[in-house]
């Protein structure tokens, strides 16, 4: 439930469309609904815009769909990141409305329309390995409403490659930049544009790479100045990220 539903309710109980007790029963699962093994929070729209995000690493089957089934009868949007592909074949067999990407390992059911944002979002990845990520991102962004434009492969090992895409990226007003390895994209691309740059450190990488610490530790101690870093691999906060200055652009 989101501020212009509570609106909708209110603007209804003043024109007489529905009773008093209509409106109680519209709004009693406020602030959230309790099926014991979870609390979905169907409140937290009203206070910052993101309904709540099921991660499905640690969740044991059944109770991941329990809340599924939960979310979907409130008629609310859902997204779900983190899922193994095993899941996510159980997914597909037990909500057929459900929208599988194996490569972001998400899914969402929607069943309700989405705002769009006005903002421009650009996806950024270093290499190919890197996409999981950014899809990741991706598909976040596009669940709550942006349109995302997508730039593959244009690590600075072929810097000819980033280049090309500059100007295009120059159009756009946030950009997430995922990379492993040695984690240098985000620095340079923070010395070509002034858009706000979320970057994301991934785990791809050979022996020393550390599973994304030696690229988290590059960007942490970037030369261009100003650059958000995020967790390894955590493609979703960096659209979360995105998002609220997207949002902000909007109201402005």
Do not use: W
């Amino acid at each position: 439930m989101n501020r212009s539903d509570i609106k909708k309710i209110i603007e209804q109980v003043a024109a007489g469309s529905i009773s008093v007790d209509a409106a109680l029963d519209s709004l009693r699962e406020m602030p959230y609904s309790d099926i014991e093994i979870a609390k979905h929070d169907f409140h937290r729209p009203l206070r910052n815009g993101f309904s709540e995000v099921i991660f499905c690493e640690g969740k044991q089957t059944e109770d991941l769909f329990k809340i599924v089934e939960s979310v979907s009868e409130k008629g609310s949007n859902l997204l779900a990141t983190r899922a193994a592909p095993s899941l996510l074949s159980e997914v597909s067999q037990r909500f057929p409305r459900a929208m599988i990407d194996q490569r972001s390992r998400t899914f969402s059911i929607i069943n309700r329309g989405i705002e769009k944002l006005s903002g421009r979002l650009a996806i950024v990845c270093a290499g190919t390995a890197d996409i999981a990520v950014a899809e990741e991102a991706a598909k976040t962004a596009e669940f709550f409403g942006s349109e995302p434009s997508r730039f593959y492969d244009v690590g600075v090992a072929g810097l000819h490659r980033l280049l090309k895409s500059i100007p295009s990226i120059r159009e756009l007003d946030c950009v997430i930049v995922a990379a492993g390895m040695e984690g240098a994209l985000p620095s340079v691309l923070g010395g070509l544009i002034d858009a706000p740059i979320i970057a994301v450190p991934t785990s791809v990488g050979y022996g020393t790479s550390f599973r994304g610490v030696t690229a988290l530790l590059a960007m942490l101690n970037g030369c261009s100045e100003g650059i958000t870093v995020m967790n390894i691999d955590n493609g979703f906060g960096a659209a979360c990220a995105a998002l609220r200055i997207l949002r902000k652009l909007k109201s402005e």
